[in-house]
């Protein structure tokens, strides 16, 4: 160790007097190097077009979903490879069940749908916990939409906004189910804030329910587009005035293998009838 210290202090003297000395081998003046740079402001360069810099989209830690995208709801469509994935049950005792079906032998985009079964004898619920919390501001309109088909009997479908405390802080009235597949929406204001929350989507009734693409959204997006963007992040993104978005970027191009790479003509059209990328 000893031995080691001592040879990386000659190197570095010997570095040191190496730099010190000119062509010549005379000790160079310091002052002597200094260099003057002389900036004329009233005589620009040449021009450079705003086309020339602009953003860079990339879907990690949230960029898309949870971040730009406005949806609030995580794996709201049961899509996952994990199909609760994102999502608590809650199921008191002699209540009744829950059951994820999957037919994607009919339908390869959406294929997955719950299946909820009511004995009458208390709520079944549903909690999602949102990307790692779901936000929500005081006095805010949300808009919470679904889709479900009545089998038999009767059910009703309310949802719930929790604070991290898992106390409601917003709610929306039962809504009665009836007929074949309909797509359902509501609008509410949230009664205070919290950054951590969740959604709890909660049944009750006495039958069988097939439920399916749960959603929430804040009513004022990026220019007030249904479903749209989140407006506090685009208006930086859209002050920047940038020349160009560079979309898509980074590891979404190539996916985890050829088979899930990033394929635009997916992403496009209704929502309902898009196929989940990883």
Known sequence: MKKLFFLLITAGAV?????????????????????????TVKKPGPAISPRMW?????????????????????????????????????????AGSLLIVNRSAADESNPRYAEITLNGKGEISLTNEGFRGIGLHKEEPYEF??????????????????????????????????????????????????QKGKCRIVFSGNGKLQTDRFSLFPVHTWKDQP??????????????????LRFPGGCIVEGKELANRYQWKTTVGNPEERKLIM
């Open 15 to 39: 570095f040191i007097a190496a730099a010190q000395k000119t062509n010549n081998g005379k000790s160079q003046d310091k002052s002597a190097a200094r260099r003057m740079l002389t900036v």
């Open 54 to 94: 602009g953003i860079f989209f990339e879907d990690i830690n949230f960029g898309a979903d949870g971040g730009l995208y406005a949806e609030l709801i995580k794996n709201g469509s049961f899509e996952f490879p994990a199909p609760l994935m994102g999502w608590r049950q809650g199921i008191p005792e002699g």
């Open 145 to 194: 939409t679904f889709y479900a088909k009545l089998i038999n009997g009767s059910a009703a479908v309310r949802a719930e906004l929790l604070n991290a405390a898992g106390n409601p802080v917003g709610f929306t009235m039962a809504e009665s189910l009836s007929g074949d597949w309909k797509k359902y929406s509501i609008r509410f204001t949230a009664t205070d804030t919290a």
């Open 227 to 244: 479903a749209g963007l989140r407006r506090d992040l685009v208006e930086k993104l859209a002050a920047l005035k940038p020349g160009f």
